[in-house]
């Protein structure tokens, strides 16, 4: 049985459903040599900001139960770096190119995304709002629907690509930062980014990484993540939704699609096997013909609810 993996999602064409997910992929070059990069959906960049950023000091990441912690701190190579030293590997390899990207300030937003969207052999832009708004007390931005609804929308303005807003989990109400999204014109969400967390040592009483707060990641965070996919969902959003969190085989990403994603990325597990995101595509084609789903697109959205 032929299975249909193709999907046209989110203002792009795929050749699969499957990505990587920011952070956990480099700039995908570091990865060639391990992976068929040319056999992924797609490949979500690290985080890019207007100038290169140093990152926080270590520890920055350390192992929980099913998952881990990670604060990184954005370290990146700075848009310049980004086009001159990455972007002209990541044209050729194949698969659909996605920058993830982030400022400090609402100028720097813009200015990254304008800028970003400038750049020939970048498809898209996914932009990570999960980041300290200094002059509002260091709330991240993606918290507050109006801040994130205008955010959104002075972006939109100077992005032509198709632009996904990655959520924060970090809220009590999903949907209504789903919504402000929709209202300001995106064209995609992706649901979600890590969970705040901290780990502790209890033999030296310190926490385990030097920031104390880390974003969680992993299967440990898998049905929350399913639970924001499945309420924007439910709740309407006129938005595709790729679907993050946890993700270690094809059964995981069928669960995303059945709650409503219609891409998945792949993050955690890429340190785990850096052919995981490879390996899902082959499993999912598999996987579907023996239940003998002919097209993935069938997948989406299928929950049945009581
Ligand atoms: C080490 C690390 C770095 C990350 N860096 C970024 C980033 O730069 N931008 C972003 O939007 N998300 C970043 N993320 C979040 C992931 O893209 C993903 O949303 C999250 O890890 C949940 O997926 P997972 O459980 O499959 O890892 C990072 C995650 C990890 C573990």
Same mark, same amino acid.
């Given at each position: 049985m032929t299975v249909r993996l193709e999907i046209e999602t989110g203002g792009l064409k795929f050749q699969n459903p499957i990505l990587t997910a920011s952070g #956990?992929?480099?700039?995908?070059k570091e990865f060639q040599s391990l992976t068929d990069?040319?056999?992924?959906?797609g490949v979500v960049t690290k985080g890019i900001s207007p100038k290169p950023r140093f990152g926080?000091? #270590?520890?920055?990441i350390c192992e929980t139960a099913s998952g881990m912690l990670n604060s990184i701190g954005l370290e990146n190579v700075g848009v310049e770096g980004f086009e001159r030293d990455k972007l002209p590997f990541l044209r050729a390899c194949g698969s659909r190119v996605l920058v993830n990207f982030f400022g400090s300030t609402f100028d720097e937003y813009v200015d990254c995304g304008a800028r970003l969207d400038r750049l020939d052999g970048v498809d898209a832009l996914e932009m990570n709002v999960s980041c300290p708004n200094i002059k509002a007390g260091?709330?991240?931005?993606? #918290?507050d629907p109006r801040v994130l609804r205008d955010l959104v929308r002075a972006c939109r303005e100077v992005v032509k690509k198709p632009l996904w807003i990655k959520l924060t989990p970090n809220t009590s109400d999903i949907v209504a930062l789903a919504k402000a999204c929709a209202d300001a014109g995106a064209d995609g969400l992706s649901i979600i980014n890590t969970i705040t967390g901290m780990a502790i040592d209890a033999r030296t009483r310190k926490p385990k990484i030097a920031t104390i707060f880390g974003g969680l990641s992993g299967p440990a965070i898998k049905p929350i993540a399913l639970r924001m996919v499945f309420q924007v969902r439910r709740a309407g959003v006129p938005l595709p939704i790729s679907g993050i969190g946890g993700i270690q085989d094809a059964t995981d990403a069928i669960e995303f699609f059945l709650a409503g994603a219609s891409t998945v990325q792949v993050g955690t597990q890429n340190f785990v096997d850096p052919d995981a995101s490879g390996g899902i595509v082959r499993q999912l084609a598999e996987r579907l013909a023996a239940d003998g789903v002919s097209d993935v697109r069938e997948l989406v959205g299928a929950l049945k609810t009581p």
């Open positions: #956990t992929f480099g700039y995908a990069l040319g056999a992924l959906g926080n000091p #270590t520890p920055r260091g709330i991240e931005f993606g #918290t």
